[in-house]
């Protein structure tokens, strides 16, 4: 190994940034789906992470993890997305999230567009948009066309990245 080059294996930035939103997916305790959201600046910075899951004081062994089932005793009507909780979780001046990004693992629901698009971020990456017909992804992208919030699938190979702790 020439060291006197650099290293022409490592990941680019928006791998890096896409890899830190599945890792902070880890922290979910949701069985049946696990999403990440970390929201950069311009200047590749990470302003903020976030994980879906239950509120702050839901007791997660009292919270209703099902998908199915009277709407109350599903997760749906109660359970923080990622991308909430990664604009919660942000300690700065909101003026540091206007024209940032934000990078999820699962296309953003038309709750979480509108919390985006009011928090300044004009950015979306994401991996997978599986409920694309879904009427609340059609709401998201005619949301995000109509205030100017660009988006954009990350088409890379899948790979498995094994951290030593």
């Known amino acids: 190994m020439d060291v006197n080059k650099k290293r022409k294996d490592y990941i680019g930035w928006d791998e890096y940034f896409m890899a830190i939103a599945k890792l902070s997916a880890m922290r979910s305790k949701d069985p049946s789906t696990q999403v990440g ?15 879906n899951g239950a509120p702050n ?68 990456v994401y991996l997978s948009d599986k409920y694309a017909n879904s009427e609340n992804n059609i709401a998201s992208r005619r949301l995000f066309d109509e205030c100017g919030v660009t988006y954009k699938k990350l088409d890379i190979e899948p790979k498995n990245i094994t951290i030593n702790l």
């Open 57 to 124: 004081g839901f007791d997660d062994e009292k919270f209703p993890w099902a998908r199915q089932g009277e709407n109350l005793e599903t997760k749906y009507p109660y359970v923080c997305h990622a991308e909430m909780n990664a604009i919660l979780n942000f300690r700065g001046s909101k003026k540091d999230l206007e024209d940032s990004k934000i990078f999820v693992d699962l296309f953003p629901c038309n709750e979480c567009a509108k919390i985006i698009i009011q928090s300044g971020i004009k950015q979306v």
């Open 37 to 51: 959201a970390c929201i950069v600046s311009n200047d590749n910075r990470i302003l903020s992470i976030g994980y």
